[in-house]
Nanobody, 115 residues
């Protein structure tokens, strides 16, 4: 059974930082591309950051220079370090794993940026 379990969300003030984690089980983690998506109320889910099996990364323009995605294949975990958070970063953040036709999602973790 494939499981993606996100953690690390919460309430943070503007300018603050959070680190999201996604622990993955049930797949050969190292060959999967991993991504973080987010969905704000009334908006479509969007890609925030992605990392390939070879650790190449790409980011949405809105988070470049503020967010960093990384992976630890020994721990089957992907991370999203979020710095200089803004109110517009408020959303539910979802972890995604993808390999050819296999595509799995976590349950999401809420991130709220507010003073």
């Amino acid at each position: 059974q494939v499981q993606l379990v996100e953690s690390g969300g919460g309430l943070v003030q503007p300018g603050g930082s959070l680190r999201l984690s996604c622990a993955v089980s049930g797949i050969n983690f190292s060959i999967y591309a991993m991504g973080w998506y987010r969905q704000a109320p009334g908006k479509q889910r969007e890609l925030v950051a992605a990392i390939t099996s070879g650790s190449s990364t790409n980011y949405a323009d809105s988070v470049k220079g503020r967010f960093t995605i990384s992976r630890d294949n020994a721990k089957n975990t992907v991370y999203l370090q979020m710095n200089s958070l803004k109110p517009e970063d408020t959303a539910v953040y979802y972890c995604n794993s993808r390999y050819i036709f296999n595509n799995y999602w976590g349950q999401g973790t809420q991130v709220t940026v507010s003073s």
